[in-house]
């Protein structure tokens, strides 16, 4: 036997704000949700991963990323999965007082694999 706990992979789709502050933590931590933030959801699938970074963080904040990590999968089974849309739109909700506790079970790096930038200037926060 290794000792190896089983893990489950993750999902964030994330703009260039919530990125620096993972980096900020060496890739080791998400931070703390905003108080307009009361739940911290991660996604079960790639794809849905990107096309909100694609869509919406791009739009929005100019740039848009994926993040892949792991989490211990027995400390998942305490948050239901949610279809949020189609039969592949599947997340997590953290409530955000959980978040450290979140942190605490994640097994490895957080890892950027996708980025995304808006080369039309024509997002909201766009100088103008």
């Known amino acids: 036997m290794t000792g190896r706990r089983a893990t489950t992979t993750l999902w964030r789709p994330t703009g ?4 620096d ?12 949700r905003l108080p307009e933030q009361p739940i911290f ?5 790639e794809e849905y991963a990107v096309t909100i970074a694609r869509e919406w963080n791009v739009r929005f904040d100019g740039a848009g990323y994926v993040t892949r990590f792991e989490v211990e999968s027995d400390f998942l089974t305490r948050y239901p999965v949610r279809q949020a ?4 739109i599947l997340e997590l909700w953290v409530p955000a007082e959980e978040l450290d506790l979140f942190n605490a079970h994640l097994v490895g790096p957080i890892r950027l694999v996708h980025e995304f930038h808006d080369s039309t200037g024509s997002h ?3 100088q103008a």
């Open 124 to 126: 909201p926060g766009a």
């Open 85 to 88: 849309g189609g039969r592949t």
């Open 41 to 45: 959801y991660p996604v079960l699938d």
């Open 16 to 19: 260039p704000a919530e990125l």
């Open 21 to 32: 502050l993972v980096k900020e933590s060496g890739w080791r931590a998400w931070p703390p």
